[in-house]
């Protein structure tokens, strides 16, 4: 596996804990990318993440160990309140 860039967006509760709507990065995986943001973004955001979904380039990403793709978009869903 290697690093591919990947670009991230934060909704709702994500971005108010990122502090931006979206950032460019680097990853191999779903897995390396949400240790990384939390280390980097802190504490608020790692307990975001901790509970968020996600999606790459549109689809659900169930497998955080799984190479991500290169240039994909990954969208992160804190849980929402609701319906």
């Known amino acids: ?6 670009t991230v ?5 994500a971005r108010a804990a990122a502090g931006v709507a979206e950032e460019r ?12 943001l939390s280390e980097e973004r802190g504490p608020g955001l790692a307990k975001v993440l901790g509970a968020a979904s996600f999606l790459v380039d549109g689809l659900v990403w169930h497998d955080r160990d799984a ?5 994909a978009t990954v969208d992160v869903l804190p849980p929402f309140a609701g319906g």
């Open 1 to 6: 596996m290697g690093y591919v860039v990947v």
């Open 9 to 13: 967006r934060y909704f709702a509760a």
């Open 25 to 36: 990065t680097e990853s191999e995986t779903l897995a390396v990318l949400v240790a990384r």
């Open 67 to 71: 190479a991500l793709p290169a240039g």
